[in-house]
Nanobody
Framework: QEQFVESGGGLVQSGGSLRLSCVAS????????VRWFRQAPGTEREGVSC????????YYTDSVKGRFTISRDNAKNTVYLQMNNLKPEDTAVYYC?????????????WGQGTQVTVSS
């Protein structure tokens, strides 16, 4: 079964850092764009960051620019999200998914997510 396995979440104080990992299972990521999403209770899921397959271009939602960095290691079939200067509003379950392009609308291979909780 094709899916991602997310890890690296936890409880951290405001201003702290976490590094999330997203390992692909049952498929390889090298031909896909990979996006990190997050969803807090009572809110809609939002796209946080995306990294393209071909040139490694990265994209970020405004609220995380300058604080989060996405990267990929195709040899390890893994995508990372380095999160610095975390804020309470970053608290959410974080997921990753793939599509052909970062502009895509057909995201697939969702994992169970990893919980990030930032205390003030």
């Amino acid at each position: 079964q094709e899916q991602f396995v997310e890890s690296g979440g936890g409880l951290v104080q405001s201003g702290g850092s976490l590094r999330l990992s997203c390992v692909a299972s049952g498929f390889t990521i090298d031909l896909y764009a990979v996006r990190w999403f997050r969803q807090a209770p009572g809110t809609e899921r939002e796209g946080v960051s995306c990294i393209s397959s071909r040139d490694g271009d990265s994209y970020y939602t405004d609220s995380v620019k300058g604080r989060f960095t996405i990267s990929r290691d195709n040899a390890k079939n893994t995508v990372y999200l380095q999160m610095n200067n975390l804020k309470p509003e970053d608290t959410a379950v974080y997921y990753c998914a793939v599509d052909d392009y970062c502009s895509g609308q057909e995201w697939a291979y969702w994992g169970q997510g990893t919980q990030v909780t930032v205390s003030s």
